[in-house]
């Protein structure tokens, strides 16, 4: 009996082959799920028009998101915008992305909720 051939090309790049169950879960979180908690997260915060534990929550996401990040990089060998291998470099990015964005539309809604509430 013959082993597989080495001539056959994966169609798939070896890092997606390689990337467990984990990292997918990971990269859904990052990329989906906690930007849609921070989305809920302001809409409720805007309901609630005051500050409370509500932007704690709102944080902690934001913080998690990082660390989800991170560690997708770090040890389970996330995947970079271009389908490669990230690196630090790029959770350096991701990470100054999501604080500008989350740190400016926490700061815009709580502006509005004090200019335009009574």
């Known amino acids: ?21 984990l990292s997918t879960i990971a990269r859904v979180i990052w990329i989906m799920v906690g930007n849609f908690a921070l989305l809920v997260l302001m809409v409720l915060v805007v309901q609630k028009r ?9 944080w902690l996401v934001v913080a998690a998101l990082l660390f989800i990040r991170y560690a997708d990089i770090k040890w389970l060998k996330g995947l ?36 335009f509430v009574r």
Do not use: N
């Open 50 to 58: 005051a500050f409370s534990i509500l932007d704690i929550v709102f």
């Open 80 to 115: 970079g915008p271009d389908a490669q291998p990230a690196t630090m470099k790029d959770w350096g990015r991701y990470a100054r992305l999501l604080s500008v964005l989350a740190g400016g539309g926490w700061a815009v809604v709580h502006i509005a909720i004090l200019l």
């Open 1 to 21: 009996m013959h082993g597989p051939s080495k001539d056959v090309v994966s169609p798939l790049p070896p890092q997606a082959e390689q990337s467990g169950c």
